[in-house]
């Protein structure tokens, strides 16, 4: 009969702890794995430095974090959604439609995109926006015509490249850092190359050439990452050919087993992102849900901490880590004092 | 057993002798020693898999049970203990004393390498937050020389582990060449040097650019609670549904029926049990994120399967005799399980219930999903319900966080984390071994 007794007390004791789980006391936050690093050192930074729980942050991808952070308003949805792009209009209509209204848009700083490729491999050194299209790009302009990408070998469209497989790793659609691939790489190498004029010449609108622009090609010479860079750099390491596409941070960390290649001239360093010469950033995000500010403790002060001089500035442990850090912070740090919505309506 | 030698009258011309084989004999024979070799083949495969693990774990994952650490004692003055506690960010002020204390006992020591603040900094790992919370909890220790050994920064921890060498290192801001020469020097005097990492045994996550800090302490406590609502839960649901379906229930095309559907549950891959977990428990139910409670229930439901079958086998197992004996003197049917048939097949039942267990400590898919993947062991659970409630990771969660990593640090301290995971696997199937070897009856 022991076990009767044991089932009973086991079910009477869940049914407790789920009873005075009701309050959560623990900032949640969730989102791209570009942000991720850096919200892990702030929550960190934020345990010891303050009286609240330190915040759990989760990884998962911009979307995803967005996708949960418009669940709906409760304690259990998430606060905080990372972000490594801005928000999207049809994500901001469903998050109004689960009752997701006002939302603070917070950011944090800048981050480089970098290709990289193996220290021993070809010397893929010097790429221009053109070349990573002519490389990736599901249709290309080839004496003229538009066709299916025929390039096997990056020498192939530019004798200054080496004869090496083209082999190329990239984030997958659920990563922000592919929006920001599609749109200063591919559309630009697209607008470069002239394919885009070519096409819309063809008859096609702006809007289906940029897409045409941006779609990658299938035939296995690129590769979806839908994990962290970690992925990526073991899929390098597996590849001399490789090139793989890394955030400056994870670059920066893992020198001695990558190089990295300049793009339009540029090599990527805090210093060329934060003068805006390397093309290839992109600002970093974080969304606070406002309706949780005043009920999740140390939320609003999480938020402010965050983008706090000494953690977001120029010197703080984020620039250190490889953040580049945002010149326009003191606009910031004022819109989460006043705790103004997007849009800049309250 | 030659058959040919049995019946010489049938064929007189062929001479068999036990001493000779025949060409069958010499084949089948053959046939069998081929078949031995490949056996042993296939262990030695196996056995030579099971060896290059293990060295590899071991040769990555030792490293993380040492630490290279600053050795140095230094006295924070109350007003430099009432400064920093007015400042935002209190632990970088800490950290900043402890860099000026340490370039000062260089400079009275007159080493033979130039340096400065920076270099100092990227040499000590982030010791503010340990220094903090010794004098907020010592503060009499105040205006007092005080020893701390404190991690080096992860570049130095590699340099000195032979993850990194002069060679392979690249400039970069977080180690310079140069400073492995102040390197060697502070070797030489004694202030820099390895120990023992307590802390990665004891101790909670950390931001990724603190691999020193890091420990799985706190993700093995959130692990405890996990395999604590695992055994409560599904032991005694487990148990009693073999039991009916075994002793009570009546065979017929339900019963049929739900003893596919528990073989069919065993082979469901686990992430779905995380996205039903995800669905039920969080979404529907509403119990809280990354909390130990729902992971031990999502896991309950994937360990049911596997303690039904084992128990039913146990069950089966005991003679039937055992039954009508107890039946034949009286007892009823209920006193006839519990009393006899019940504590004969409870060696097999703990046996499969440990090993179940065993498979749901080292599950990490179904965890993805309700949010015990990220930054999130940080704290130590302070009551014991909080240990159900509060987020909190489980160790395969925790190195797989950890893998994913930028810093190689981080790497080496999932290596270690296997290890010490492997350890408690090993130590489960060794005492389901042991109970298994010590209580079971054979008839």
């Known amino acids: 009969m022991s076990f009767v007794k044991l089932s009973t007390s086991a079910l009477a004791l869940t049914a407790m702890a789920a009873t005075t789980a009701v309050a959560r006391d623990q900032v949640q936050v969730a989102g791209s794995s570009t942000v991720l690093p850096y919200a892990s050192i702030v929550a960190e930074a934020f345990g010891e430095n303050f009286d609240f729980p330190t915040p759990v942050v989760e990884s998962g991808g911009s979307s995803s974090g967005l996708k949960r952070f418009c669940e709906g308003v409760g304690e259990n949805t998430i606060d905080i959604a990372n972000a490594s792009r801005a928000i999207r209009e049809k994500e901001i209509k469903a998050c109004a439609e689960a009752g997701v209204t006002d939302i603070i848009e917070v950011r944090i700083g800048y981050d480089g995109i970098v290709f990289a490729s193996?220290?021993?491999?070809?010397?893929?050194?010097?790429?221009?926006?053109?070349?990573?299209?002519?490389?990736?790009?599901?249709?290309?302009?080839?004496?003229?015509?538009?066709?299916?990408?025929?390039?096997?070998?990056?020498?192939?469209?530019?004798?200054?490249?080496?004869?090496?497989?083209?082999?190329?790793?990239?984030?997958?659609?659920?990563?922000?850092?592919?929006?920001?691939?599609?749109?200063?790489?591919?559309?630009?190498?697209?607008?470069?190359?002239?394919?885009?004029?070519?096409?819309?010449?063809?008859?096609?609108?702006?809007?289906?050439?940029?897409?045409?622009?941006?779609?990658?090609?299938?035939?296995?010479?690129?590769?979806d990452i839908d994990g962290d860079y970690t992925e990526t750099l073991a899929r390098i390491d597996a590849n001399p050919n490789g090139i793989g596409i890394f955030g400056l941070a994870f670059f920066e960390n893992n020198q001695d087993?990558?190089?990295?290649?300049?793009?339009?001239?540029?090599?990527?360093?805090?210093?060329?992102?934060?003068?805006?010469?390397?093309?290839?950033?992109?600002?970093?995000?974080?969304?606070?849900?406002?309706?949780?500010?005043?009920?999740?403790?140390?939320?609003?002060?999480?938020?402010?901490?965050?983008?706090?001089?000494?953690?977001?500035?120029?010197?703080?442990?984020?620039?250190?880590?490889?953040?580049?850090?945002?010149?326009?912070?003191?606009?910031?740090?004022?819109?989460?004092?006043?705790?103004?919505?997007?849009?800049?309506?309250s | 057993m030659t058959d040919a030698s049995m019946t010489p009258t049938d064929a007189p011309k062929?001479?068999?002798?036990?001493?000779?084989?025949?060409?069958?004999?010499?084949?089948?024979?053959?046939?069998?020693?081929?078949?031995?070799?490949?056996?042993?083949?296939?262990?030695?495969?196996?056995?030579?898999f099971l060896v290059f693990l293990f060295t590899s774990i071991l040769r990555s994952g030792l490293p993380a049970f040492t630490q290279t650490v600053v050795d140095i004692e230094f006295t924070l003055t109350q007003e430099q203990f009432d400064t920093a506690e007015s400042k935002m960010l209190k632990t970088g002020e800490y950290q900043?004393?402890?860099?000026?204390?340490?370039?000062e006992q260089l400079d009275a020591r007159g080493l033979d390498v130039a340096f400065d603040a920076k270099a100092i900094q990227r040499i000590v790992g982030k010791p503010g937050g340990t220094i903090r919370s010794f004098f907020l909890e010592n503060p009499d220790r105040i205006g007092t020389p005080v020893s701390f050994e404190l991690a080096a920064s992860s570049r130095v921890d590699g340099y000195f582990n032979g993850r990194m060498t002069r060679d392979t290192l690249v400039d970069s801001r977080f180690l310079m060449a140069t400073d492995l020469d102040l390197v060697d020097a502070l070797e030489e005097a004694g202030i820099i040097g390895g120990a023992f990492n307590w802390n990665f045994i004891t101790g909670t996550d950390s931001g990724v650019d603190n691999p020193g800090g890091a420990g799985l302490g706190a993700s093995v406590i959130g692990s405890f609670f996990m395999m604590l609502v695992v055994l409560f839960l599904s032991l005694p649901i487990g148990v009693a549904a073999s039991i009916y379906l075994e002793e009570f229930a009546p065979k017929n095309r339900w019963t049929d029926l739900i003893e596919v559907n528990i073989s069919n549950l065993a082979?469901?891959?686990?992430?779905?049990?995380?996205?039903?977990?995800?669905?039920?428990?969080?979404?529907?139910?509403?119990?809280?994120?990354?909390?130990?409670?729902?992971?031990?229930?999502?896991?309950?439901?994937?360990?049911?399967?596997?303690?039904?079958?084992?128990?039913?086998?146990?069950?089966?197992?005991?003679?039937?005799?055992?039954?009508?004996?107890?039946?034949?003197?009286?007892?009823?049917?209920?006193?006839?399980?519990?009393?006899?048939?019940?504590?004969?097949?409870?060696?097999?039942?703990?046996?499969?219930?440990?090993?179940?267990?065993a498979q749901a400590l080292g599950e990490t898919a179904p965890l993805l999903l309700i949010g015990m993947v990220g930054f999130v062991a940080r704290e130590y659970p302070e009551t014991f319900v909080g240990g159900f409630t509060d987020a909190n990771s489980a160790m395969p969660a925790q190195i797989y966080t950890w893998a994913s990593r930028a810093d190689p640090g981080f790497y080496e301290k999932a290596?270690?984390?296997?290890?010490?995971?492997?350890?408690?696997?090993?130590?489960?199937?060794?005492?389901?071994?042991?109970?298994?070897?010590?209580?079971?009856r054979r008839w």
Not at chain 1, 302 to 317: H, M, Q, Y
Not at chain 1, 332 to 343: D, L, V, Y
Not at chain 2, 24 to 34: F, G, L, Q, S
């Open chain 2, 96 to 103: 900043k004393i402890f860099v000026n204390a340490l370039s």
């Open chain 2, 14 to 48: 062929k001479k068999s002798s036990l001493m000779a084989q025949d060409a069958r004999t010499r084949k089948r024979n053959a046939a069998e020693t081929r078949f031995r070799m490949y056996g042993m083949a296939a262990i030695a495969v196996g056995l030579l």
């Open chain 2, 415 to 440: 290596w270690g984390g296997i290890i010490i995971l492997l350890l408690f696997l090993i130590t489960m199937n060794a005492i389901a071994v042991v109970l298994r070897r010590r209580f079971e």
């Open chain 1, 118 to 223: 193996q220290t021993n491999g070809p010397a893929y050194t010097a790429f221009q926006p053109a070349d990573i299209f002519n490389a990736l790009g599901s249709k290309v302009l080839v004496d003229g015509a538009i066709v299916d990408n025929p390039h096997a070998q990056w020498a192939d469209f530019n004798a200054d490249l080496p004869a090496a497989d083209i082999m190329a790793f990239i984030p997958g659609t659920k990563h922000g850092t592919r929006e920001v691939f599609e749109d200063k790489v591919l559309l630009e190498g697209c607008e470069a190359t002239g394919a885009m004029a070519a096409m819309m010449e063809a008859g096609m609108s702006e809007d289906d050439a940029e897409d045409a622009c941006i779609d990658v090609r299938q035939d296995g010479a690129s590769v």
């Open chain 1, 257 to 345: 087993k990558l190089k990295v290649a300049t793009m339009g001239g540029v090599a990527p360093s805090t210093e060329t992102i934060s003068t805006g010469e390397y093309p290839v950033s992109r600002p970093l995000f974080f969304y606070v849900k406002k309706a949780h500010i005043g009920v999740i403790p140390g939320l609003k002060e999480f938020a402010s901490f965050f983008v706090a001089d000494e953690i977001a500035g120029p010197d703080g442990p984020l620039s250190a880590y490889g953040l580049v850090a945002d010149p326009e912070l003191s606009e910031t740090q004022t819109a989460i004092e006043a705790e103004t919505p997007m849009g800049g309506g």
């Open chain 2, 267 to 357: 082979a469901v891959p686990s992430i779905v049990f995380g996205i039903l977990g995800l669905a039920v428990f969080i979404q529907f139910a509403g119990f809280p994120q990354s909390a130990p409670l729902v992971g031990g229930l999502v896991l309950t439901l994937m360990t049911l399967p596997t303690i039904i079958i084992s128990t039913r086998a146990s069950l089966a197992a005991v003679p039937p005799s055992i039954r009508d004996a107890a039946l034949g003197v009286g007892a009823s049917k209920m006193q006839s399980v519990f009393h006899h048939v019940l504590p004969l097949a409870m060696p097999g039942i703990l046996t499969g219930t440990i090993i179940g267990l």
